[in-house]
């Protein structure tokens, strides 16, 4: 399977964006998990948020809890990150994964959060 983000971009604090992740190649139906990471200037990869597709339980990070959302559109063959009340550490680059971190990696989306 193929992954494409899309949705990143420049916002200001306290603003919203949301990423989109598109499978090809396969279907994210074909694994159990999906899931969000990130990885700030200077920083290590992150995991932030993962989704399990059998049951549509999702975790997410304290550090993003109650702001990022992490859903999915089987039709679409889609994985979302909705997030909202942006903050400047948000800045990262945003990869999709397929079993929350075991890969296939897409080539991660900019987001940029200005003070």
């Known amino acids: 399977v193929q992954l494409v983000e899309s949705g990143g971009g420049l916002v200001q604090a306290g603003g919203s964006l949301r990423l989109s992740c598109a499978a090809s190649?396969?279907?994210?139906?074909?694994?159990?998990?999906v899931g969000w990471w990130r990885q700030a200037p200077g920083k290590e990869r992150e995991g932030i948020a993962c989704?399990?597709?059998?049951?549509?339980?999702?975790i997410v990070v304290d550090s993003v809890k109650g702001r990022f959302t992490i859903s999915s559109d089987s039709a679409k063959n889609t994985l979302y990150l909705q997030m909202s009340r942006l903050k400047p550490e948000d800045t990262a680059v945003y990869y999709c994964?397929?079993?929350?971190?075991?890969?296939?990696w897409g080539q991660g989306t900019q987001v940029t959060v200005s003070s």
């Open positions: 994964v397929v079993g929350c971190g075991s890969g296939p």
């Open positions: 190649g396969g279907t994210f139906d074909d694994y159990h998990a």
């Open positions: 989704l399990s597709l059998g049951d549509g339980n999702s």
